[in-house]
């Protein structure tokens, strides 16, 4: 069976909001892992302190804080990640339907759904890491030295 070349330029036409919409989703991904880095990189700066700055209640409490912003982050990255693999599938859906003249419109509209309900947790959860960053950042007289 033999798919006409002009079906095939369809499926890659419908293919490539999709794909754009990939390369946003892996932009996503690095902001929220260079953001990871970061939270990651001031806490081992905190840990690294002599114990009596380690002690100090509010490096205690940021400690803490980090670890809220850390979880925060981790699963906003799983669903971004959880988000371009459901889109991956929307494009294979298209082309296996396609090719095998499946009636896969279903499948692959429920798939995109899915898709923007992961994005919608991911930037939700992103910006609750946004909202406790600006909240709790440490008291500007009491800012210890990040060298990196």
């Given at each position: 069976?033999?798919?006409?070349?002009?079906?095939?330029?369809?499926?890659?036409?419908?293919?490539?909001?999709?794909?754009?919409?990939?390369?946003?989703?892996?932009?996503?991904i690095i902001i929220l892992t260079n953001r990871l880095g970061r939270i990651i990189d001031r806490?081992?700066?905190?840990?690294?302190?002599?114990?009596?700055?380690?002690?100090?209640?509010?490096?205690?409490?940021?400690?803490?804080?980090?670890?809220?912003?850390?979880?925060?982050?981790?699963?906003?990255?799983?669903?971004?990640?959880?988000?371009?693999?459901?889109?991956?599938?929307?494009?294979?859906?298209?082309?296996?339907?396609a090719l095998l003249n499946a009636r896969l419109a279903e499948i692959v509209a429920g798939l995109?759904?899915?898709?923007?309900?992961?994005?919608?947790?991911?930037?939700?959860?992103?910006?609750?890491?946004?909202?406790?960053?600006?909240?709790?950042?440490p008291h500007p007289a009491k800012s210890l030295s990040t060298k990196s």
């Amino acid at each position: 069976m033999e798919l006409p070349i002009a079906d095939i330029t369809h499926v890659i036409q419908l293919s490539l909001a999709p794909a754009f919409l990939l390369v946003a989703i892996g932009n996503l991904i690095i902001i929220l892992t260079n953001r990871l880095g970061r939270i990651i990189d001031r806490r081992r700066v905190l840990l690294n302190q002599p114990p009596e700055i380690q002690n100090d209640p509010e490096v205690i409490q940021e400690i803490a804080d980090l670890h809220h912003r850390r979880i925060f982050i981790y699963f906003a990255i799983l669903f971004a990640v959880i988000g371009a693999l459901l889109v991956c599938l929307v494009i294979a859906g298209a082309f296996i339907g396609a090719l095998l003249n499946a009636r896969l419109a279903e499948i692959v509209a429920g798939l995109f759904v899915l898709t923007m309900l992961f994005l919608v947790i991911a930037w939700t959860l992103f910006l609750r890491e946004i909202y406790l960053s600006i909240r709790i950042g440490p008291h500007p007289a009491k800012s210890l030295s990040t060298k990196s």
